[in-house]
């Protein structure tokens, strides 16, 4: 009898430690112990940083706002003078003004009140007649912001010469000035400085008017500021 009892205490141990332990799926929800836990499923990374972007599109119109611009351009008329010297049937020097407006056209149109004379080289005594030539200049520049600005330009004016001796008294005395030129300006020191060279051709031709001509000067901005130029105040170099 004690046998038999032994024997089924042994096989009720193994029994005990050889069958599988329970799964804990297939235990019903009610059979579960009770808890106060709430789960929380942790926030991905796209909704914060979907988050952080509504925000940051909520304070960019304050930002911007608050932002100051990056350019100004700055418009104003320019009134230049300056010297030039012109060849043509005699060595002129003379002067001139000449105004444009940025605000017109960027700039480009351009007009210039010239007056140029032989009264030096006669008070020097190399010439034997005073001529004077007084032009009307309408111009169009092509580059109005870059330092190598080209141009063309139509001379419009009158010469005359007063002859110092009898001699000259045989030949026209005056005659009109219709010249077709085109050259090319620099600009200088911010485009307060500029230094231009043509070459023109006379479409009427006369006793003191010669077919070519060639003219060197140089403008100042007598405004103390450079056209077309955005307010660091630099032009374009090219």
């Not at 050889?18 to 009770?34: K, M, R």
């Not at 010239?114 to 111009?139: F, H, I, N, Q, Y």
């Not at 000067?217 to 090219?238: C, K, R």
Request: glycine share 6%; net charge negative; aromatic share 10%.
């Amino acid at each position: 009898m004690m046998r038999l009892f032994y024997c089924f205490s042994v096989f009720t141990l193994l029994l005990g430690v050889l069958s599988p332990a329970p799964v804990l799926a297939d235990t019903p929800e009610s059979a579960l112990p009770a808890t106060d836990t709430v789960y929380a499923p942790p926030v991905s990374a796209a909704v914060s940083s979907d988050a952080g972007s509504e925000a940051r599109d909520r304070q960019e119109p304050a930002a911007f706002a608050a932002s100051p611009a990056e350019t100004v351009e700055s418009y104003s008329p320019t009134l230049l003078a300056g010297l030039h010297l012109q060849a043509n049937s005699a060595y002129l020097p003379g002067l001139h003004v000449a105004a444009y407006d940025s605000r017109i056209l960027d700039g480009s149109p351009r007009l210039t009140l010239g007056w140029s004379t032989s009264r030096l080289a006669d008070a020097l005594g190399s010439l034997g007649l005073v001529e004077d030539w007084v032009t009307l200049t309408p111009a169009w520049y092509f580059r109005p912001q870059k330092t190598i600005n080209p141009y063309v330009e139509l001379e419009l004016g009158y010469a005359r010469y007063a002859p110092a001796a009898p001699a000259f008294d045989l030949i026209d005395n005056d005659s009109p000035v219709i010249t077709l030129s085109g050259g090319s300006e620099f600009a200088l020191l911010d485009g307060r400085l500029r230094l231009f060279a043509d070459l023109g051709f006379s479409l009427l031709s006369s006793s003191i008017v010669y077919p070519f001509q060639f003219a060197i000067g140089l403008n100042v901005d007598i405004l103390g500021a450079s056209v077309n130029t955005p307010a660091q105040g630099s032009l374009a170099h090219e």
